[in-house]
């Protein structure tokens, strides 16, 4: 693990936590950019550490049918961070009040992007020697991502919160 890959993506957090403070005080537009450079930086960041010759599994039917479930989470990550949900409002309006978005896979887990990444990152582990030690600092950094905005986030600005947060498992 080259420290330095792993610190761009610790950096894509930072971008993210950013982003999430900018919605909450500051509510500079130009700050809501830093959701999907986090996003970018986080991606580079992964891509980087691929090693195919450090991966634990080198069967051609097993490493296919992994690169597809892993494909997959990729494709669903997506869709559930920019496609599932109105984005424009979560994204380029910071500090705007909205509802609770309920359906589709949020209507199933609250925070379905957590485990589209680390599954993605898993199978990534496996097939393409992703560190293992970057599959954890990563979740842990979403992990942290996901509670600071349930505690200092959500509650502010979705107005039906406090009802959902009982309904729905994380």
């Not at 420290?3 to 957090?13: D, E, N, R, V, Y």
Request: hydrophobic share 55%.
């Amino acid at each position: 693990m080259k420290p330095w890959m792993t610190l761009l993506g610790i950096l894509g957090f930072i971008c993210f936590f950013t982003a999430d403070f900018n919605d909450r005080k500051m509510h500079e537009k130009l700050l809501s950019w830093f959701f999907p450079c986090g996003a970018v930086l986080l991606a580079i960041a992964v891509l980087l550490q691929l090693s195919f010759q450090d991966a634990a599994l080198h069967g051609f039917w097993l490493t296919t049918l992994i690169l597809l479930l892993s494909a997959g989470c990729f494709i669903m990550l997506i869709k559930c961070l920019f496609f599932s949900f109105p984005a424009a409002d979560a994204y380029c309006e910071p500090g705007k009040i909205r509802r609770v978005y309920d359906m589709g896979m949020y209507g199933f887990c609250r925070h379905p992007g957590f485990w589209w990444m680390l599954f993605l990152m898993i199978g990534l582990s496996l097939i393409a020697g992703f560190p293992v030690g970057s599959l954890a600092i990563y979740t842990l950094g979403n992990l942290l991502l996901i509670l600071m905005k349930i505690e200092l986030y959500f509650r502010r600005f979705f107005l039906d919160m406090n009802n959902i947060k009982s309904e729905y498992r994380f």
